[in-house]
């Protein structure tokens, strides 16, 4: 017996030896009290390896614990008086001491529940009890037990084998701490059996993860019956417990001596070979032929706990297998019996296995007509797209096509194949347009489509809408192209306007909307996507048909959109409607945008001129003069006969006489050409006096020679305020006209007149005193002169000033003519001081010669003297102007230069 890589193999010698394959102790021995003539009938080991039962021929029982050396009998004390046969372990998670309870089979058809405990000094049975004793006293030959769910608190079934017949009890563990199966194992239960007369006995069973059971194999005697073992809730009963039922006759090798399952195989051992045959198709896996030179084998022994290695004995020998990738080809067998989610399972995520399976079922769902899921398959596969494409083709499967062309795609990444993807899109596209197309025209005769065609192209546009789509769509502009024109070519219109929306090919939808007189959803579409180039392109259009609804869309959007650019929409305006809704927007912008642009006021300008209300135009004007082009709405004004205006334009353009000779002529508005003078007195200086004189003089003509009101000429001068007089205007009067209503005026005049001379007389008589004192003071200075000392030395060179020739000014400074030329030379222009060098060499060229040069020389010195014998250097004008001198020179040179000389 073998569990939890633990060994036991009993030896001819009645001993037992004990082998640890894979832990530190060391191979130990037991020996068997045992009388003269008996020998081992069999070893139990449970699936911790802990606990040992050793079961001779004469009927005695020998229990062995983990480590201990010792084998204690037990026959005695659990009443055992024929040999055991098998041992149902318990399920429960086991401890380092007793067993828990335990189910034991003789060969009389007998089973007990008991309990060994070999830390208890008084006795090992804590307790032993039969349950059942079955009417045919037939060996047990196989004894298990498993929980509903794995939990003893819940049913619980026992399955026992005989040589003839396999049973199931079924019940309740009981809470109490001995005999737990006694309710379930009552008095008068008839337990559920199969009988097979010619049986074996033998069973064997596979665990997935012990104690979670698997299969279970039975012997019997035409072949070997496989069962699936089910402990889930929902087939826990007598019928469903073991499912799955197979019955594989035996091989021409004979009938086994000993069986084993393991995870997907089932082991036969035969005395001279092993077989193993798969669970899954129940073929043959492999034989291996034994040696018998040690004996022929008669036990297999499999560790419930560890599935990769089992063990063969002979009576001298034992032989291990390794069990290595025990499952590499489930995956194809499963695949190969149509179980293709059990192939998907084991194939451990290995995408060519994967892609194998698929391709299989896609043929199995293809044969079976099965087109919906063979397409859903087949996507999943590495299969020819074209193979699988005719393939359905060829059937008619429309619906199936699409499918797998929608599964293929999804299956894809962008990454992969973009031509691919481009392909398939347009495909499945095409076929949608066909179904769409092939709908309607089923639904000619009806108002409304039918649920399936509305259906229809609403998948349609959720496959256009999905991003994957669309991003790997607006990478291959041709396709775009294509599926367009694909649209069209089906007359499918609203469609073909969807994806141009989802392409932002917004100037396909918009020249679609206004080709079908859809203007108001042009301007949705354009208000909705927010370009300016689209708007700067489509106004023109749409300000012909709804006007109004541009105007309050082209408001929505303020400064964002360049009006000049819309200049163009605005100028071909005719209607009414059309030039009061460009006139709307256009005060907008430029009263509300405060757009300083001077097109845009120009045409403004033109729009508003065309209003019979003057005043409107009046207030533009006004508040708009300065971004206005003058010349130009003064020959708009003019064409459209508004004098105001023109009188208005004259004035800010300052010509004030065109603007008064306006007013009187064309409009006969003394009151506005008034106003336009008063307004030029205002602003214009005094220079331009005569103009302003001039204007009042034409008011005042015109209303002599138009009007003849007296009064109201009078009226004018007052207004005029100074700058008309009475006699100005009098040459405007006929010879015979009455001056008895201005001679006041006349009489004033006359008396500012007399007031004038009378000043101009006293005026005179004070310049001719001041022109007479002038004289004098000249001759005066003539006579004057000064007294210079010998010692007296030159202000600016400190040299004795009688040395050379000299200025002396009135307020006692004196300087040499050479000092004073060079000094005030500084002061001077530079044309001046070039002057006053050229004068001084001819000074000197002529102060040696002979008489004949004297007026030459008088003149030079005279003229040399106006300039620099003006004023004083140290108290004129001149020391004013170097106030911002430096006292010290900035030039480093002269600077060192004159520290030197200082120190």
């Known amino acids: 017996a073998t569990a939890n890589r633990i060994l036991v193999v009993g030896l001819l010698s009645n001993k037992v030896k004990r082998f640890y394959t894979q832990a530190t102790e060391l191979d130990d021995v037991l020996d068997i009290p045992r009388p003269v003539g008996d020998k081992i009938h069999n070893i139990f080991l449970d699936p911790t390896g802990k606990h040992l039962l050793v079961s001779m021929e004469s009927g005695e029982l ?83 037990y498993f929980h509903e769910n794995g939990d003893p608190k819940q049913r619980t079934v026992v399955i026992a084998t005989t040589p003839t017949r396999i049973y199931q009890f079924f019940g309740r563990l009981k809470s109490s701490e001995q005999c737990k199966f006694g309710s379930i194992f009552g008095e008068n239960s008839l337990p559920a059996f199969k009988e097979n007369i010619e049986s074996l006995g033998l069973m064997a069973v596979s665990y997935i993860k012990y104690p979670e059971p698997r299969s279970l194999v039975w012997m019997t005697g035409v072949g070997l019956q496989y069962s699936k073992i089910n402990i889930d809730s929902s087939s826990f009963d007598e019928e469903n417990v073991l499912s799955e ?105 290995d995408q060519a296995k994967l892609f194998e399976i698929a391709s299989e079922e896609g043929d199995y769902y ?24 005719l393939k359905f083709i060829n059937e008619g499967t429309t619906d199936a096509l699409m499918n797998f062309l929608r599964t293929k795609l999804d299956s894809i990444s962008s990454s992969n194949n973009p031509t691919q993807i481009c392909m398939l899109v347009v495909w499945i596209v095409e076929i949608y347009l066909s179904e769409i197309s092939s709908l309607e025209k089923q639904q000619q005769s009806s108002d409304e489509e039918s649920d399936k065609l509305q259906s229809t192209r609403a998948d349609l546009r959720n496959f256009l809408s999905n991003e994957f789509v669309i991003r790997n769509i607006k990478k291959n ?252 205007i009098l040459p405007f009067f006929n010879d015979f006209f009455y001056i008895d209503d201005f001679k006041d005026a006349i009489c004033k005049s006359l008396e500012i007149y007399n007031q004038n001379i009378n000043q101009l007389n006293d005026d005179m008589k004070d310049a001719t005193d001041s022109a007479e004192r002038i004289h004098n003071d000249i001759s005066n200075l003539k006579r004057k002169n000064c007294v210079v000392e010998s010692s007296k030395n030159c202000y600016l060179c400190d040299i004795p000033l009688l040395t050379r020739s000299f200025y002396v000014f009135p307020c006692s400074h004196m300087f040499h003519t050479a000092c004073l030329v060079k000094e005030i030379t500084g002061y001077l222009s530079k044309r001046k001081a070039e002057e006053v060098s050229k004068i001084y060499k001819v000074l000197l060229n002529l102060k040696d010669e002979d008489q004949t040069r004297t007026e030459s020389y008088r003149r030079a010195k005279s003229q040399l003297d106006e300039i620099i014998a003006e004023e004083c250097l140290m108290c004129g004008e001149y020391m004013i102007q170097s106030i911002d001198t430096p006292f010290l020179p900035r030039d480093e040179d002269e600077f060192e230069k004159l520290r030197l000389e200082w120190s």
């Open 62 to 144: 020998f229990y062995g614990f983990y480590g201990k050396q010792t084998l204690w009998p037990c026959s005695k004390q659990m009443k055992l008086t024929v040999k055991v046969d098998s041992v149902a372990w318990s399920q429960s998670k086991q401890n380092d001491i007793d067993t828990k309870e335990i189910l034991i089979g003789n060969s009389l058809g007998t089973i007990y529940e008991t309990k060994l405990n070999p830390s208890s000094d008084k006795q090992l049975v804590a307790y032993s009890k039969i349950l059942y004793n079955f009417d045919k006293p037939e060996a047990i030959t196989g004894l298990v």
């Open 245 to 349: 039922n197979k019955l594989t006759p035996f091989t021409d090798k004979g009938i086994p001596v000993a069986i084993g399952v393991s995870e997907f195989h089932l082991l036969l051992l035969y005395e001279n070979g092993f077989e193993a045959k798969s669970l899954i198709n129940w073929k043959h896996v492999h034989y291996e032929p034994l040696r018998t030179a040690g004996g022929t084998y008669n036990t297999l022994a499999l560790d419930p706990m560890d599935n990769s290695k089992f063990f063969c004995s002979a009576k001298q020998s034992i032989i291990r297998f390794k069990i290595h990738k025990e499952d590499r080809n489930v995956w194809r067998m499963y695949m190969q019996l149509r179980k293709f989610q059990e192939a998907e399972k084991y194939a451990d995520g």
């Open 366 to 389: 293809f044969e079976q007509k099965y087109y919906e899921d063979a397409a859903q398959t087949y996507a999943l596969s590495h299969r020819s797209f074209e193979e699988i494409a």
């Open 477 to 728: 502009k041709p396709i775009i192209k294509v599926i367009q024109e694909m649209m069209a070519s089906y007359g499918d219109t609203s469609d073909m306007i969807y994806f141009a929306d989802l392409m932002e090919d917004i100037e396909k939808v918009i020249m679609h909307h206004i080709h079908d007189q859809q203007y108001t959803s042009a301007l949705d579409t354009l208000r909705k996507r927010r370009s300016p180039d689209l708007f700067y392109k489509y106004t023109p259009t749409l300000m012909k048909y709804i006007p109004r609804n541009t105007v309050e869309v082209l408001e929505q959007f303020g400064r964002s959109l360049d009006p000049k650019r819309l200049l163009p929409s605005f100028i071909h305006c005719k209607t009414v409607d059309q030039k009061e809704q460009a006139l709307r927007y256009l005060q907008f912008v430029v009263f509300s945008t405060k757009c300083k642009d001077e097109a845009i006021h120009n045409f403004l300008l033109s729009l508003v001129v065309q209003q019979d209300d003057e005043g409107l135009l009046l207030d533009f004007l006004d508040k708009t003069d300065a971004n206005v082009d003058r010349k130009y709405a003064l020959r708009l004004c003019s064409e459209h006969r508004k004098w105001k205006a023109c009188c208005y334009i004259y004035t800010k353009m300052g010509l004030y006489e065109e603007a008064v000779k306006l007013a009187l002529t064309k409009l006969g508005n003394v009151h506005e050409a008034e106003k336009t003078a008063v307004e030029a007195q205002s602003y214009c200086s005094l220079e331009q006096q005569e103009m302003i004189k001039k204007l009042w003089l034409m008011i005042a003509r015109h209303v002599v020679e138009e009007e003849k009101d007296i009064k109201r000429v009078m009226d004018v001068i007052n207004r005029a305020e100074q700058v008309l007089k009475i006699e100005d």
